[in-house]
């Protein structure tokens, strides 16, 4: 019984698993920050997408 509750104790790859989990996240955010309704992209394309509707004849 010892021994396995040491194992459990000494057991890091549950720890790696919340770490990927954590850039996981982190990176959604940024990506929802840049691609996201209001960002920087997200203007920019609505531009374009508008310049181009005003270009194709009707």
Request: charged letters at 15%; glycine letters at 10%.
């Amino acid at each position: 019984m010892t021994s396995l509750v040491t194992r459990f104790i000494k057991d890091e790859s549950g720890a790696t698993a919340i770490e990927y989990g954590l850039i996981a996240a982190g990176l959604a955010i940024v990506v929802l920050a840049i691609f996201g309704q209001g960002g920087q992209v997200n203007d920019f394309l609505d531009a374009v997408f508008a310049r181009l509707m005003q270009s194709i004849p009707q």
